[in-house]
C-alpha cells in the first residue's frame, strides 16, 4: 500500500485536564533533576559547563496544569495515523504530538509501551503529563510544558515523494520554534523523524531535547545501548559514573532488577553509531537509531520497589504490563542544556523500527557480544549510511509549506512572528492562530497599553521575555500593567523591583488579590513568613469579598480554580507559621466540591494534625484519598503518615523513590 496519513479518533479512558492555575508561577522549579556543585568535580568539562548553563528559576509565563483528577471516562481523542505496508503510527496532535502507537503489521507487534487509559500526573515541568509511547521533550530539564497542550499539523511532501506529518510549536520556556516531521519510506519497516530547532533571536539560547520512549518491561527485558559506562542519577540528587552492565552484582539493563526508580545516561563514545534497543526474552523489540547529533542515549527504571510499583499503577492502571523508557537527547544527561548560536539551529533523524536478534547473545554474559549483536543486526536492517542519506534527503524538504492543516496549536508563536516579523519556512505560524489569550498583547504590541481587564474572568497570562518586560515598563502605569510588569521583572531575577510594581499597583487596585498574592509569595520565598501569611488572609478576604462563594456563573470553573489554588497556598502559609485558626478559616470557606479533591483532604489531614486532633485525621487515611497532583519524588504522604503514627506506611500512599 502507498504510505497515507488520515485523521482518526482513539477512544480512551480518560481524566479530564480541568482549567489551568491562574496564578502565575512565580516559586521555583520543584524539578528532581538537580544536583550540587560537589557532584560537578568529576564530570567532563564540557558536560560540568552544560549542567550548570541556564537552568530555569521558574516555569514562567507558562501556566501550571494541576486542575485534573483521578475519574476517567471515555474520551474520544483526535488521532493522526501515518500508514504503510509495514507499520501503523498514530499521533496525538492535541498532546504534545505524542506518538502513542507504533504498531508492526508483519508481526502484530506493538513497539512502544501503549498506555490504555489517558491519566494525568504531575510529571510535566507545569504539572499535567501521561505515560506511554514517544513524546518530543523541548525547553528544560524535565517533562515539556507542551506534554498536553495542542501543536500544530499538517501535511508536507516526503523525502521519497510520499506524504509526511509535519508538528510544530513555539516552545515558550525558550522562545524557541521547532518542527517534528515524521513520514515512513514506502515498504520500510522504519519511522523516520527528522527533528529542527530554531533560534531565531539575536543572542544564544539554551536548548534542551530528549525523545522519550515508552517500552514495554518484564523479568526478561534488557536495554542495550554502546556504552560500558553511564551517569547514573538516583532521587538522592546525586550523579556519578558506573560500569555497565553490572553495579554491585545487579545487572542494571534489566528494568527490574534494581530497587528504587532510577537514571542510567549512557557513556556512548564519539565515534561510536548512536542507538538504544529494548529486547524481550526471545531477542525482539524496538531499536532506535539517530544520525549523531542526538548523541545522548538513557534507560530510566521504576525498579521493583513500593514506590516505583505505586507509580506505575497510578500512571497506567492496574494488571496492566510495566514499563521501562528509553530516551535519545542533544547531550549526555537530562542535567544539560546546550547553547544554540543567534540565527542557528540544531536538527537530526531518528529512526524507530523493530529488531530481531539472537536472544542467547544479547541476554548472555559477554556484553560486549550482546552489544555487538545489537549493532550489527541494525547495520544490516537499517545500515548508517542510509539514516546519513535520509536525514540529507529530509532536510531539502525542511522548508517546505505545509499543505492541508490538520491541527491547530497555540498562538504564541503567532503573536512572536507579528512582534518581530520572524522568517520561518516551513514552520508558519498564521495570525489566524491569534486567540483570546494574545488579544491583550496584541493591544499591548500595537497601541502600547494593555486594556482593561474583564472583571468577570481572572487576570490573563504574563508574557515575560525581555521584548515584552520593555513594553509593559513603558506603558501606562495602571494596576493591571504592574502586576503584570512585576511578573515579568520576577522571571528576571529583578525581585525588588517586581515587589516595588506590585506594591505600586495595590495602591489603587480593585481587586486586590492578584497583587496581594503576589507579595505574598515574594515575603514567603524572602523567609518574611509572617508578613506572608498576612497577605494570603488578605488576598483570600478580598478574592471571597469580590466573588463571595458562589461561582455559579459561566466563568464559574475559571473562579474555582482561583479559589482552590489561592486557598491551597494561603492555608500552606498559614500552617507554616503556626496560625491554625484562620488556616482553618481559609479551608472551610472552600465549596464542597473543592474539599472532596483529594489535594484538599490532605490539606484537611494536615490541619487535624495541626490541631491536635490526630486520629481524624488518621480516620481520613483510613477511609482512603487520591491527591491527584502528588509531584514526582514528593513525600508529604509519607511524612504527615509518621507524624499520626507508627504503623508502617500502607501501600496506598507509597511512592517514595529513593531509600
Known amino acids: 500500500m502507498a504510505t497515507s496519513v488520515r485523521r482518526a479518533v482513539l477512544t480512551l479512558p480518560a481524566a479530564p485536564l480541568g482549567p489551568e492555575n ?118 528544560a530539564t524535565g517533562h515539556t510544558t507542551l506534554s498536553c497542550a495542542p501543536v500544530h499539523a499538517a501535511l508536507v511532501p516526503a523525502p521519497d515523494g510520499g506524504e509526511m506529518l509535519r508538528l510544530w510549536e513555539w516552545e515558550r520556556l ?75 552484582g545487579t545487572d542494571v539493563t534489566y528494568p527490574p532488577r534494581g530497587t528504587f526508580p532510577a537514571d542510567y545516561f549512557y557513556e556512548v563514545p564519539a565515534g561510536e553509531r548512536k542507538w538504544i534497543a529494548s529486547l524481550d526474552g526471545a531477542g525482539q523489540g524496538l531499536v532506535q537509531t539517530s544520525t549523531d547529533t542526538l548523541r545522548g542515549r538513557k534507560l530510566f527504571v521504576w525498579g521493583a520497589g513500593r514506590g516505583g510499583r505505586r507509580w506505575q499503577r497510578w500512571l497506567t492502571e492496574p494488571g496492566t504490563p510495566g514499563y521501562a523508557e528509553i530516551q535519545a537527547g542533544l547531550a549526555r544527561t537530562q542535567l544539560e542544556h546546550v547553547p544554540l548560536e543567534a540565527g542557528g539551529e540544531f536538527s537530526w533523524l531518528e529512526a524507530y523500527g523493530p529488531l530481531a536478534t539472537d536472544p542467547g547473545t544479547v541476554h548472555g554474559p559477554d556484553w560486549g557480544a550482546a552489544r555487538a549483536e545489537v549493532a550489527d543486526r541494525l547495520e544490516a536492517a537499517l545500515p548508517r549510511a542510509e539514516v546519513d542519506a535520509a536525514y540529507t534527503a529530509w532536510l531539502a524538504c525542511a522548508d517546505v509549506r505545509p499543505g492541508e492543516p490538520l491541527a491547530v496549536g ?12 520572524h522568517k520561518l519556512p516551513g514552520t508558519p505560524f498564521e495570525e489566524a492562530t491569534l486567540g483570546e489569550e494574545q488579544a491583550p498583547w496584541v493591544e499591548l504590541l500595537t497601541n502600547g497599553a494593555l486594556p482593561a481587564p474583564s472583571p468577570a474572568v481572572p487576570p490573563g497570562p504574563t508574557l515575560v521575555a525581555p521584548h515584552w518586560r520593555d513594553m509593559l515598563e513603558t506603558a501606562p502605569a495602571d494596576p493591571h500593567t504592574e502586576y503584570h510588569l512585576g511578573v515579568a521583572q520576577w522571571h528576571a ?60 456563573d459561566r466563568n464559574g470553573e475559571a473562579w474555582t480554580a482561583v479559589f482552590a489554588a489561592l486557598a491551597r497556598e494561603a492555608v500552606a502559609a498559614l500552617l507554616a507559621v503556626g496560625r491554625t485558626a ?41 477511609a482512603g484519598f487520591e491527591v491527584a497532583d502528588l509531584r514526582e519524588g514528593a513525600e508529604t504522604l509519607n511524612e504527615l503518615w509518621a507524624e499520626l503514627t507508627d504503623d508502617p506506611l500502607p501501600d496506598a500512599y507509597e511512592y517514595r523513590m529513593r531509600p
Open 493 to 552: 531575577g529583578d525581585l525588588a523591583q517586581a515587589v516595588r510594581s506590585w506594591e505600586r499597583g495595590l495602591e489603587r487596585a480593585a481587586p486586590r488579590w492578584p497583587l496581594l498574592r503576589c507579595l505574598a509569595v515574594a515575603d514567603q520565598l524572602g523567609d518574611h513568613r509572617e508578613r506572608a501569611a498576612d497577605l494570603y488572609v488578605e488576598a483570600c478576604d478580598d478574592l471571597w469579598g469580590q466573588r463571595g462563594a458562589d461561582v455559579d
Open 410 to 421: 497555540s498562538g504564541w508563536g503567532a503573536l512572536e512572528v507579528l512582534r518581530a516579523g
Open 174 to 248: 525558550r522562545d524557541l520554534p521547532f518542527q517534528v516531521d515524521l513520514w515512513l519510506p514506502d515498504g520500510s519497516d522504519f519511522l523516520y523523524v527528522g527533528v529542527r530547532i530554531r533560534n531565531p533571536h539575536e543572542r544564544t539560547a539554551p536548548v534542551y531535547w530528549w525523545s522519550n520512549i515508552a517500552v514495554e518491561e518484564d523479568e526478561r527485558t534488557r536495554v542495550l545501548a554502546p556504552a560500558t559506562e553511564a551517569w547514573h542519577f538516583g532521587y538522592e540528587r546525586d550523579l556519578r559514573r558506573v560500569p555497565v552492565p553490572e553495579i554491585a
Open 22 to 139: 491562574p496564578l502565575p508561577a512565580l516559586r521555583a522549579l520543584d524539578e528532581t533533576h538537580t544536583v550540587d556543585d560537589r557532584a560537578k568535580r568529576g564530570m567532563p568539562r564540557d558536560m560540568a559547563r552544560q549542567v550548570g548553563y541556564a537552568p530555569l528559576r521558574t516555569v514562567l509565563p507558562v501556566r501550571i496544569l494541576d486542575g485534573y483528577g483521578r475519574e476517567r471516562t471515555s474520551t474520544d481523542l483526535d488521532a493522526l495515523v501515518i500508514e504503510n505496508e509495514r507499520l501503523r503510527v498514530t499521533v496525538l496532535p492535541g498532546l504534545g504530538g505524542r506518538i502513542h502507537s507504533i504498531h508492526h503489521k508483519p508481526t502484530g507487534r506493538e513497539l512502544v509501551y501503549r498506555n490504555p487509559v489517558m491519566q494525568p500526573a504531575c510529571f510535566a515541568l507545569n504539572g499535567a503529563w501521561f505515560s506511554g509511547g514517544v513524546e518530543w521533550n523541548i525547553g
Open 582 to 622: 484562620e488556616a482553618r478559616a481559609v479551608h472551610d470557606r472552600l465549596p464542597p466540591s473543592v474539599r472532596e479533591r483529594g489535594a484538599f483532604v490532605l490539606a484537611e489531614a494536615r490541619l487535624l494534625s495541626a490541631e491536635g486532633r490526630k486520629e481524624e485525621a488518621r480516620a481520613l487515611f483510613d
